[in-house]
């Protein structure tokens, strides 16, 4: 591959968007830095589609865009901090590294279906067909009061989780 990142057969990578500057939005405060992720997730994500289509054409790509979309449409959610690892979307009570993480998380899989996990321990809640029926399970298991988000780390808070209860 040359430095321009071209791609054998005369492809090239896709153009990534012009995102949101993340690195300026700590200083604007909470709603700001949450609005701001919130409107750069899905342009960050769409960049990996195009060039997962490149890399790997006919293969499975999770369904992350349309569950992002799905989230995004709930006002509870769009109050919390989005955050993706390992194609997983995640929801966080602190704008910054480390999360606090109350929400349950939501795993796009690769034949289509959502999985639905706790927010600590992992165990599954669930499984659906769609993208918005993953966001409506995860819209029944919110904690009352949860959100907005704050700004900082989940060290700088006051609150932190509990511990996954120890197995027996």
Same mark, same amino acid.
């Given at each position: 591959m040359s430095s321009n990142h071209s791609i054998s057969a005369g492809r090239s990578w896709p153009t990534k968007?012009?995102?949101?500057?993340?690195?300026?939005v700590p200083g604007r405060g909470p709603v700001d830095a949450v609005e701001t992720?919130?409107? %750069? /997730?899905?342009l960050t994500w769409q960049w990996i589609r195009a060039r997962h289509g490149i890399t790997s054409p006919g293969s499975?790509?999770?369904?992350?865009?349309p569950l992002v979309a799905a989230a995004g449409a709930q006002p509870r959610l769009r %109050? /919390?901090?989005?955050?993706?690892?390992?194609?997983?979307?995640?929801?966080?009570?602190?704008?910054?590294?480390p999360y606090l993480v109350e929400a349950p998380v939501v795993e796009p899989l690769h034949d289509g279906r959502f999985r639905v996990h706790s927010p600590r321990g992992g165990a599954v809640i669930g499984e659906t067909e769609t993208a918005e029926e993953a966001v409506a399970l995860v819209m029944t298991h919110l904690p009352d009061g949860l959100g907005p988000a704050v700004a900082g780390t989940a060290d700088a808070l006051d609150r932190q989780p509990a511990a996954p209860p120890a197995s027996p």
């Open positions: 968007a012009n995102k949101p500057d993340m690195a300026v992720k919130w409107r %750069q /997730l899905p499975a790509f999770p369904g992350i865009l %109050q /919390l901090y989005p955050f993706t690892s390992h194609f997983t979307l995640a929801f966080s009570s602190c704008t910054r590294y």
